[in-house]
């Protein structure tokens, strides 16, 4: 699976868009971008995945690139609760696959401030 | 459905004993992960199953550690004999037929603390 890049920390005001940003340079054609994120003493959480497209659900955008090298995560009007460590994960997503696996890197950690 | 259950949420222990984590995945899930997180390695992956066998067991750290899965409805990691670096959060996540579309469903986690 593509190796992903994140950085270490962000942070933005309560209210305001969280743009956290992933680079993915040596992802594969059937790759998918996935996004879980993990709350302070919780288990991760998914949030929203896409191939090539931009995707769109109740908790957030994915905004993928046309090259597909890089992606990023939006949180349209950040709370409070949307402090916590944000993953980009890369892989390949297909039932076929006997060797599914869902590896995370270290993550983006996103402090939310009043 | 109430979730991916694990027991229990806090475990201490001391050094050198027999420690037992269990998972109770979501109902219908195909697969089942073992993930163990700390400070300095982050989330790792130690082992998963798919339909009750182990695929991959190449993330468990040594002989101490083993996983069984028996059934569909419960897995154990067993440490023996526990050591202190072993402390962490374990968290069982489970997934079915992971797809395009599936998503991973995890746990609270158990922390573990050995002294």
């Known amino acids: 699976d593509a190796k992903t890049t994140q950085p270490t920390s962000m942070d933005c005001a309560e209210g305001r868009a969280a743009n956290l940003?992933?680079?993915?340079?040596?992802?594969?054609g059937n790759e998918y971008v996935y996004w879980y994120r993990q709350i302070h003493s919780q288990g991760p959480q998914y949030i929203i995945h896409g191939l090539k497209n931009n995707e769109t659900n109740e908790m957030a955008s994915l905004i993928i690139t046309e090259d597909r090298k890089s992606s990023t995560l939006i949180l349209p009007h950040a709370t409070l609760r949307d402090t916590a460590v944000y993953y980009c994960i890369v892989r390949v997503a297909s039932w076929?696959?006997?060797?599914?696996?869902l590896i995370f890197g270290s993550g983006t950690r996103l402090l939310v401030r009043p | 459905d109430a979730g991916v259950i694990q027991s229990p949420r806090h475990e201490v222990t001391e050094m050198g004993q027999e420690v037992t984590l269990r998972c109770k995945p979501i109902?219908?899930?195909d697969y089942l992960f073992w993930y163990r997180q700390t400070m300095m390695r982050g989330l790792e992956l130690?082992?998963?199953f798919n339909n009750n066998v182990p695929i991959d067991d190449s993330g468990m750290p040594e002989d101490r550690f083993s996983a069984k899965m028996p059934n569909a409805s419960f897995s154990t990691l067993k440490i023996q004999?526990?050591?202190?670096r072993d402390s962490a959060v374990y968290?069982?996540?489970?997934?079915?037929?992971?797809?395009?579309?599936t998503e991973a469903f995890f746990g609270q986690g158990t922390r573990l603390t050995v002294v």
């Open chain 2, 27 to 29: 109902s219908g899930h």
């Open chain 2, 46 to 48: 130690l082992i998963y």
């Open chain 1, 21 to 28: 940003p992933c680079n993915h340079s040596t992802i594969s």
């Open chain 1, 96 to 101: 076929m696959d006997s060797s599914y696996k």
């Open chain 2, 91 to 101: 968290f069982c996540a489970s997934i079915h037929r992971p797809t395009v579309n």
């Open chain 2, 81 to 84: 004999p526990s050591e202190p």
